[in-house]
């Protein structure tokens, strides 16, 4: 298996306002509190938690929201090591 395909969503299940838990393909499993990187930015939209529950699995298997914003497979596959660089992108905005 390839990372590409280990990082690809096969179930996820909204738990909170702005958390997600996130079932990948290689049974990997992240439970993502995205209310410290939404808000600003190309994510801004994403506080609206109406807007932020019309999350979908895109044809390569990765959270997508209706105007576009998604975030890399990689970082929500091992989001422990990446929300900090989120964090630090819409702070620099």
Not at 14 to 25: Q, S
Not at 38 to 45: D, E, V
Not at 73 to 81: F, G
């Amino acid at each position: 298996m390839s990372d590409l395909d280990k990082w690809s969503i096969n179930n996820y299940k909204i738990i909170g306002n702005y958390t997600i838990e996130l079932n990948f393909v290689d049974g990997t499993q992240q439970t993502i509190n995205f209310e410290p990187v939404i808000g600003k930015g190309w994510l801004s939209k994403l506080k609206d938690t109406a807007y932020f529950k019309q999350v979908k699995l895109n044809d390569g298997g990765n959270l997508e929201w209706p105007d576009g914003q998604d975030f890399n497979p990689e970082a929500l596959y091992d989001w422990p090591n990446f929300q900090q660089i989120y964090i630090d992108d819409i702070n620099s905005i």
